[in-house]
T-cell receptor
Framework: AQSVTQPDIHITVSEGASLELRCNYS??????LFWYVQSPGQGLQLLLK??????LVQGIKGFEAEFKRSQSSFNLRKPSVHWSDAAEYFC?????????FGTGTRLKVLA | GAGVSQSPSNKVTEKGKDVELRCDPI?????LYWYRQSLGQGLEFLIY??????PDKSGLPSDRFSAERTGGSVSTLTIQRTQQEDSAVYLC?????WGVGNTGELFFGEGSRLTVL
């Protein structure tokens, strides 16, 4: 069955610290992989996506993610977190039209 | 407008009443999706439209839920005889037709928050 797992429901980091949000997926074929961010009261915004090619992808706001096929993972990273990064982050997997989302990781940033 | 527009942004209703939620996608986007976002549950797929047809409505939780799309544009999600467990944020997203200038990105509206008392 197709699924996405985000094992961390909440993560708290200090401003300026590095960040890694975990995402594991189960998908029968080569997946398309996405990270979205949702700020309070807002819709979801695409941070980055992986379709093929280079397994390290760069996104907006200084985020990057690495696709590791052997581990079925697509973890999101940022070297130095800013207070404005506090939000909820969703990993998603898709193929053709259907997208499956994880349950999200809520990021809190301490000043 | 430039983005996906949803209305109402907030809806409070009594158990047993019917509600309609509206989504106005980005102009030219032929694909339209409804998702439900409940606390701690992530995004639950409800239905997918390509044009006016819904090739996948497998996520609709019961026959109290229905959706339609007219003119390849505006979509309405209707929940009949609402129950408390229907309380959630209902998100709409649109995208160009898959494979035609489609980067895979879904463009989301800000959602309609439904509270059933």
């Amino acid at each position: 069955a197709q699924s996405v797992t985000q094992p961390d429901i909440h993560i708290t980091v200090s401003e300026g610290a590095s960040l890694e949000l975990r995402c594991n997926y189960s998908y029968g074929a080569t997946p398309y992989l996405f990270w979205y961010v949702q700020s309070p009261g807002q819709g979801l915004q695409l941070l980055l996506k992986y379709f093929s090619g280079d397994t390290l992808v760069q996104g907006i706001k200084g985020f990057e993610a690495e696709f590791k096929r052997s581990q079925s993972s697509f973890n999101l990273r940022k070297p130095s977190v800013h207070w404005s990064d506090a939000a909820e982050y969703f990993c998603a997997v898709g193929g053709t039209y259907k997208y499956i989302f994880g349950t999200g990781t809520r990021l809190k940033v301490l000043a | 407008g430039a983005g996906v527009s949803q209305s109402p942004s907030n809806k409070v209703t009594e158990k047993g009443k019917d509600v309609e939620l509206r989504c106005d996608p980005i102009s030219g986007h032929t694909a339209l999706y409804w998702y439900r976002q409940s606390l701690g549950q992530g995004l639950e797929f409800l239905i997918y439209f390509q044009g006016n047809s819904a090739p996948d409505k497998s996520g609709l939780p019961s026959d109290r839920f229905s959706a339609e799309r007219t003119g390849g544009s505006v979509s309405t999600l209707t929940i009949q005889r609402t129950q408390q467990e229907d309380s959630a944020v209902y998100l709409c997203a649109s995208s160009p037709r898959w494979g035609v200038g489609n980067t895979g990105e879904l463009f989301f509206g800000e959602g309609s928050r439904l509270t059933v008392l």
